[in-house]
């Protein structure tokens, strides 16, 4: 049984060992036939307050019902998506490309967008678009609409891989139905708490956290790398200009611009970055280094030279994209990027953004539309194949000393 990261539940939510033993409680007693009513509306209680629990909870028991190998669990997130929360049997480069699907796309997001559930006892007679289907013991699966406490679909569970590769039938829907109704009132209650709280941490614009998580999760995230000895590296981005734009074009374009902006910075990076807008047209990526298992430690310079090869593409991918739908014109914008490093440029959550705030103001400085390294060596490095008359790492300037970008 397996969570998926999730930036806001590894801050705030309880220890993983704390979901597990009250999951593994809560499913004993589900199956017992002499069931201590108390102790198991305690555990439903605790179990509805928190997402992580509430999603293993329903898997587990789905699984058992159907005598199903494979289980994966998505919820409806902020963006017109479904994000996976849990899953269970699904190989990991299945699981890595699905962290999130599109609502109205798929087989998921069919049964998501109409609320009704689908069994396919042979997926080889019917056109979905199933990838590999060789992969699994069953010729089928079952995907069921998960509800909330007004009965519309919050989610999709989907099973397949069912005891030695049988075909699925209509008894197999209706157990599944029977574990799901089980479940689902507490899921419905957890994902509501769950997203009351995410509200508090994010900006309503563009969907990303706001400076408030920002500052929660350089926190949590350098204690974590001080302890794992893993770098973490802060992206600064900036739109050039912006002032322009909404002076010429008005604001309300100014926030497409922006909501369009962030769509590109959500294609550009990777699961496990987290993704904030500080405020005006800044934004803020921390990219967390954790090293996989049996993975050597990765040098502080090739963490932030990595993190440079993102911000490149994405400044590159910014730059070429028309805005034409939305100015009337072929306009464009550019972004300025500066990145620092824990623990090479700074050892505390307030000198990272300093240093990565630092080096955003070179990169303004020297034209704009670039990125720009506060690590001496790594922007020397950079300098040196970009050709820069003047090294990348000289020393920007003092807030005073800043013009207005």
């Given at each position: 049984m397996t969570s998926v990261p999730d930036p806001l539940r590894q801050l705030l939510g309880c220890p993983s060992a704390h979901t597990t033993e009250a999951v593994r409680r809560a499913l004993a007693m589900l199956r017992s036939d002499n069931r201590p009513l108390l102790q198991f509306g305690q555990l439903v209680a605790q179990l509805s307050h928190d997402i992580e629990a509430a999603s293993h909870f329903m898997v587990e028991h789905i699984l058992d019902e159907v005598h199903a190998g494979r289980c994966s669990l998505f919820v409806a997130d902020a963006d017109r998506g479904l994000a996976l929360v849990a899953y269970a049997g699904l190989p990991e480069e299945i699981a890595r490309r699905a962290r999130r699907v599109d609502a109205r796309e798929g087989v998921v997001g069919w049964v998501y967008s109409r609320g009704v559930p689908l069994l396919v006892p042979d997926v080889s007679r019917v056109r979905l678009p199933v990838a590999r289907p060789n992969r699994y013991r069953s010729k089928g699966f079952i995907s069921l609409p998960v509800r909330g406490p007004d009965r519309k679909a919050i989610g999709v569970i989907n099973i397949t891989d069912v005891d030695q590769g049988r075909t699925l039938s209509a008894d197999d829907i209706r157990r599944a139905q029977r574990a799901l109704a089980e479940t689902e009132p507490i899921l419905a209650e957890a994902w509501r708490s769950y997203n009351l709280l995410r509200l508090s941490y994010t900006d309503p614009l563009t969907g990303f956290f706001?400076?408030?998580?920002?500052?929660?999760?350089?926190?949590?995230?350098?204690?974590?790398?001080?302890?794992?000895?893993?770098?973490?590296?802060?992206?600064?981005?900036?739109?050039?200009?912006?002032?322009?734009?909404?002076?010429?074009?008005?604001?309300?374009?100014?926030?497409?611009?922006?909501?369009?902006?962030?769509?590109?910075?959500?294609?550009?990076?990777?699961?496990?970055?987290?993704?904030?807008?500080?405020?005006?047209?800044?934004?803020?990526?921390?990219?967390?280094?954790?090293?996989?298992?049996?993975?050597?430690?990765?040098?502080?310079?090739?963490?932030?030279?990595?993190?440079?090869?993102?911000?490149?593409?994405?400044?590159?991918?910014?730059?070429?994209?028309?805005?034409?739908?939305?100015?009337?014109?072929?306009?464009?914008?550019?972004?300025?990027?500066?990145?620092?490093?824990?623990?090479?440029?700074?050892?505390?959550?307030?000198?990272?953004?300093?240093?990565?705030?630092?080096?955003?103001?070179?990169?303004?400085?020297?034209?704009?539309?670039?990125?720009?390294?506060?690590?001496?060596?790594?922007?020397?490095?950079?300098?040196?194949?970009?050709?820069?008359?003047?090294?990348?790492?000289?020393?920007?300037?003092?807030?005073?000393?800043?013009?207005?970008?």
């Amino acid at each position: 049984m397996t969570s998926v990261p999730d930036p806001l539940r590894q801050l705030l939510g309880c220890p993983s060992a704390h979901t597990t033993e009250a999951v593994r409680r809560a499913l004993a007693m589900l199956r017992s036939d002499n069931r201590p009513l108390l102790q198991f509306g305690q555990l439903v209680a605790q179990l509805s307050h928190d997402i992580e629990a509430a999603s293993h909870f329903m898997v587990e028991h789905i699984l058992d019902e159907v005598h199903a190998g494979r289980c994966s669990l998505f919820v409806a997130d902020a963006d017109r998506g479904l994000a996976l929360v849990a899953y269970a049997g699904l190989p990991e480069e299945i699981a890595r490309r699905a962290r999130r699907v599109d609502a109205r796309e798929g087989v998921v997001g069919w049964v998501y967008s109409r609320g009704v559930p689908l069994l396919v006892p042979d997926v080889s007679r019917v056109r979905l678009p199933v990838a590999r289907p060789n992969r699994y013991r069953s010729k089928g699966f079952i995907s069921l609409p998960v509800r909330g406490p007004d009965r519309k679909a919050i989610g999709v569970i989907n099973i397949t891989d069912v005891d030695q590769g049988r075909t699925l039938s209509a008894d197999d829907i209706r157990r599944a139905q029977r574990a799901l109704a089980e479940t689902e009132p507490i899921l419905a209650e957890a994902w509501r708490s769950y997203n009351l709280l995410r509200l508090s941490y994010t900006d309503p614009l563009t969907g990303f956290f706001n400076r408030r998580f920002l500052q929660q999760a350089l926190n949590y995230y350098l204690v974590l790398a001080r302890a794992e000895r893993f770098p973490v590296s802060l992206l600064l981005v900036d739109v050039d200009h912006f002032k322009r734009i909404n002076d010429r074009y008005g604001h309300p374009t100014g926030d497409d611009v922006l909501k369009l902006l962030a769509e590109l910075m959500r294609q550009h990076f990777r699961a496990e970055d987290i993704l904030c807008r500080l405020g005006g047209e800044e934004f803020a990526v921390i990219m967390p280094r954790r090293k996989r298992s049996g993975q050597a430690d990765e040098h502080v310079v090739d963490a932030e030279l990595e993190t440079y090869a993102f911000a490149e593409r994405l400044r590159g991918a910014i730059e070429e994209y028309s805005l034409h739908a939305l100015f009337g014109e072929d306009g464009r914008v550019t972004v300025s990027c500066g990145i620092a490093t824990f623990p090479q440029d700074a050892s505390t959550p307030s000198e990272l953004l300093a240093k990565a705030d630092e080096a955003l103001y070179r990169a303004k400085r020297k034209g704009r539309n670039r990125v720009e390294l506060y690590c001496p060596l790594c922007a020397r490095k950079v300098a040196q194949e970009r050709g820069d008359d003047k090294p990348a790492g000289a020393p920007a300037t003092t807030a005073a000393q800043r013009s207005t970008p």
